[in-house]
């Protein structure tokens, strides 16, 4: 089969580290298609049945499973799902913590050609009603926690449940998911077209509502071959990324990327971050890639990591927001490790990256990996020259494959304006440099107006957060007379610091020695806390709101917010 050669050869060459070579793959659409079937069962769970696909770590508890091992529970869970009448096509919609059901659960539906709807833990009753109301699922899969939050949103909504499983627990209405134990540890697979619905990821929502995003059963687990060229993982491999199972990250880097190479990934449950504890675990392992975002990366390197071995640590990547290069070299001298950016979306796989043994630029998100054509275009589709800023572009068409996102349900305008001129539109903003290399400048909501300049709040947060006494920032527009807009800082310090005029000075400085004149934010606010989404994203839209709403009622100027002298 012409896809099972596409994934030997692409684990070949990352396995000697031929990454110049994947820029010659170009493969074709098959009509069916399905990953489990096609691609975990003959290349993972045939060829290497004993070896280890997941270590699960909970407090004192741990479970291994081998690739056969997980078979068989797939099989017993899609039985399950059969024996109550779930079929093909059918949605379960997934709240679970980290725990091994959520694979077994997934890899069930891939198997068994059904949509999968994750939601984080964290997701209130009214979000869930939303999603209720927008997708009707047949099957819930949730702890005891959100299997109460998942009775009160049925409640609100006409179309109900038909099949409830509790992980753990047991509950009124809801079938405990230990009953897959009884069924039996074979089942067949259903055929699945290449375009079928897969996934529906609901966005994070950073800018407005979240958009339903339907990924299909080809192009997605497909499309993540590039995720595991970014990490460059191995067979052989022991993966760990810190992700929660309700966000696409968590598909991207701890299901599609290691399983597309045959590694095994680290489940490691905790209901607390602790950095000591994350460490004792990479050393105790011996875990050689790890993926992590910025926020747990500048907590681990606050740790003595001299204490430690990293001798079995050969790749690290971070993603979604800046990292300070402090960060990166602190981490680099004591683990032997560069982190290394990647970029991509909900709506795609990992679309530019900073591949292992290429030379990197800091503070760029790397060259597009191999399944994607990126350019800088403006908003009439004209490919712009190096160094111009502008939106972040793919060129799509049906006869060039990648890992973008097959529609958004239920909203033809937005899909409208995304999908033009023969490209996908990301709605972000970067510049592409004479190399190649893209910078990336923001969300095209969070571009800052000021007089005739375009800021990205992203370069601004960098330089702020690069200070010692700044934990985290987020930049944005406030309304201004003169210059249309002033850039305001809002800004969460570290444990004891206290916000005063003398540092909002200190940064105003600090700012000044790195930023470009017109970048220097005008306006300082030290804040306990940043508005976020669900997933961590800062949602800026609160604080463009807050910011307007302020300056037209002429409020007074608080406690903590200080202005540059040339405001």
């Given at each position: 089969m012409e896809i099972q050669n596409l994934y030997k050869t692409v684990r070949e060459l990352i396995s000697e580290e031929k990454f110049d070579d994947l820029d010659s793959l170009k493969p074709s659409k098959p009509e069916f298609f399905n990953w489990y079937n096609d691609i975990f069962e003959p290349l993972n769970v045939k060829q290497a049945p004993n070896e280890k696909a997941l270590i699960w770590i909970y407090n004192q508890e741990r479970k291994d499973f081998t690739f056969k091992e997980l078979d068989q529970q797939t099989n017993q869970f899609l039985n399950l799902l059969r024996k109550h009448g779930i079929k093909k096509g059918d949605k379960l919609f997934a709240q679970l913590p980290l725990v091994p059901e959520n694979w077994i659960s997934y890899l069930a539906c891939i198997k068994g050609g059904m949509i999968i709807i994750p939601t984080a833990t964290?997701?209130?009753?009214?979000?869930?009603?939303?999603?209720?109301?927008?997708?009707?699922?047949?099957?819930?899969?949730?702890?005891a926690s959100n299997a109460e939050k998942i009775d009160q949103a049925e409640e609100k909504v006409e179309q109900k449940i038909k099949l409830k499983l509790i992980v753990g627990a047991e509950r009124e209405g809801w079938i405990n998911v230990d009953e897959m134990f009884k069924e039996s540890t074979t089942a067949?697979?259903?055929?699945?077209?290449?375009?079928?619905?897969?996934?529906?990821?609901?966005?994070?929502?950073?800018?407005?509502?979240?958009?339903?995003?339907?990924?299909?059963?080809?192009?997605?687990?497909?499309?993540?071959?590039?995720?595991?060229?970014?990490?460059?993982?191995?067979?052989?491999?022991?993966?760990?990324?810190?992700?929660?199972?309700?966000?696409?990250?968590?598909?991207?880097?701890?299901?599609?990327?290691?399983?597309?190479?045959?590694a095994c990934l680290l489940g490691y449950h905790t209901d607390r971050f602790n950095p000591k504890e994350q460490l004792e675990n990479i050393e105790k392992l011996k875990v050689s890639t790890f993926c992590a975002p910025p926020t747990a990366l500048r907590s681990l390197v606050q740790e003595d990591l001299t204490q430690y071995d990293f001798s079995h640590l050969r790749q690290c990547v971070a993603a979604g927001e800046p990292l300070n290069p402090e960060v990166i070299e602190i981490w680099k001298k004591r683990t032997g490790t560069l982190i290394?950016?990647?970029?991509?979306?909900?709506?795609?796989?990992?679309?530019?990256?900073?591949?292992?043994?290429?030379?990197?630029?800091?503070?760029?998100?790397?060259?597009?990996?191999?399944?994607?054509?990126?350019?800088?275009?403006?908003?009439?589709?004209?490919?712009?020259?190096?160094?111009?800023?502008?939106?972040?572009?793919?060129?799509?068409?049906?006869?060039?494959?990648?890992?973008?996102?097959?529609?958004?349900?239920?909203?033809?305008?937005?899909?409208?304006?995304?999908?033009?001129?023969?490209?996908?539109?990301t709605g972000d903003k970067a510049y592409k440099d004479e190399d190649g290399y893209l910078w990336f400048v923001g969300r095209d909501d969070d571009v800052i107006k000021a007089s005739d300049f375009r800021i990205g709040p992203f370069e601004v947060e960098s330089v702020l957060i690069e200070h010692e006494a700044v934990v985290e920032a987020a930049v944005v527009g406030s309304p201004h007379p003169l210059r249309t807009n002033a850039v305001k800082a809002y800004v969460v310090l570290s444990k004891n610091v206290e916000g005063t005029e003398d540092l909002a000075k200190e940064l105003f400085r600090f700012s000044e020695k790195h930023l470009a004149r017109y970048k220097i934010p005008r306006i300082i606010e030290f804040v306990g806390s940043?508005?976020?989404?669900?997933?961590?994203?800062?949602?800026?839209?609160?604080?463009?709101?807050?910011?307007?709403?302020?300056r037209q009622n002429d409020e007074e100027i608080n406690d903590l917010e200080y202005f540059h002298e040339k405001y």
């Amino acid at each position: 089969m012409e896809i099972q050669n596409l994934y030997k050869t692409v684990r070949e060459l990352i396995s000697e580290e031929k990454f110049d070579d994947l820029d010659s793959l170009k493969p074709s659409k098959p009509e069916f298609f399905n990953w489990y079937n096609d691609i975990f069962e003959p290349l993972n769970v045939k060829q290497a049945p004993n070896e280890k696909a997941l270590i699960w770590i909970y407090n004192q508890e741990r479970k291994d499973f081998t690739f056969k091992e997980l078979d068989q529970q797939t099989n017993q869970f899609l039985n399950l799902l059969r024996k109550h009448g779930i079929k093909k096509g059918d949605k379960l919609f997934a709240q679970l913590p980290l725990v091994p059901e959520n694979w077994i659960s997934y890899l069930a539906c891939i198997k068994g050609g059904m949509i999968i709807i994750p939601t984080a833990t964290t997701m209130a009753v009214r979000g869930m009603e939303f999603r209720f109301k927008s997708l009707s699922p047949e099957v819930a899969i949730a702890d005891a926690s959100n299997a109460e939050k998942i009775d009160q949103a049925e409640e609100k909504v006409e179309q109900k449940i038909k099949l409830k499983l509790i992980v753990g627990a047991e509950r009124e209405g809801w079938i405990n998911v230990d009953e897959m134990f009884k069924e039996s540890t074979t089942a067949e697979g259903e055929k699945t077209k290449s375009d079928d619905n897969l996934f529906y990821f609901f966005t994070s929502g950073t800018t407005g509502m979240p958009k339903i995003v339907a990924h299909t059963h080809f192009t997605y687990p497909v499309g993540h071959l590039t995720t595991s060229s970014w990490i460059g993982l191995k067979k052989g491999d022991l993966h760990y990324n810190i992700s929660q199972p309700g966000w696409a990250k968590f598909f991207w880097s701890s299901f599609f990327a290691p399983w597309n190479v045959g590694a095994c990934l680290l489940g490691y449950h905790t209901d607390r971050f602790n950095p000591k504890e994350q460490l004792e675990n990479i050393e105790k392992l011996k875990v050689s890639t790890f993926c992590a975002p910025p926020t747990a990366l500048r907590s681990l390197v606050q740790e003595d990591l001299t204490q430690y071995d990293f001798s079995h640590l050969r790749q690290c990547v971070a993603a979604g927001e800046p990292l300070n290069p402090e960060v990166i070299e602190i981490w680099k001298k004591r683990t032997g490790t560069l982190i290394r950016d990647g970029y991509g979306q909900t709506e795609s796989t990992a679309m530019a990256a900073n591949l292992p043994g290429r030379e990197l630029k800091f503070g760029s998100m790397g060259k597009p990996t191999f399944l994607y054509d990126i350019v800088i275009a403006d908003d009439d589709g004209n490919i712009l020259p190096p160094t111009e800023e502008g939106n972040i572009c793919v060129r799509h068409n049906d006869d060039a494959f990648n890992g973008i996102f097959k529609t958004y349900l239920k909203d033809k305008e937005r899909l409208q304006k995304v999908f033009k001129d023969g490209l996908y539109y990301t709605g972000d903003k970067a510049y592409k440099d004479e190399d190649g290399y893209l910078w990336f400048v923001g969300r095209d909501d969070d571009v800052i107006k000021a007089s005739d300049f375009r800021i990205g709040p992203f370069e601004v947060e960098s330089v702020l957060i690069e200070h010692e006494a700044v934990v985290e920032a987020a930049v944005v527009g406030s309304p201004h007379p003169l210059r249309t807009n002033a850039v305001k800082a809002y800004v969460v310090l570290s444990k004891n610091v206290e916000g005063t005029e003398d540092l909002a000075k200190e940064l105003f400085r600090f700012s000044e020695k790195h930023l470009a004149r017109y970048k220097i934010p005008r306006i300082i606010e030290f804040v306990g806390s940043l508005p976020k989404t669900l997933s961590g994203k800062i949602r800026r839209i609160e604080l463009r709101a807050m910011e307007a709403e302020n300056r037209q009622n002429d409020e007074e100027i608080n406690d903590l917010e200080y202005f540059h002298e040339k405001y």
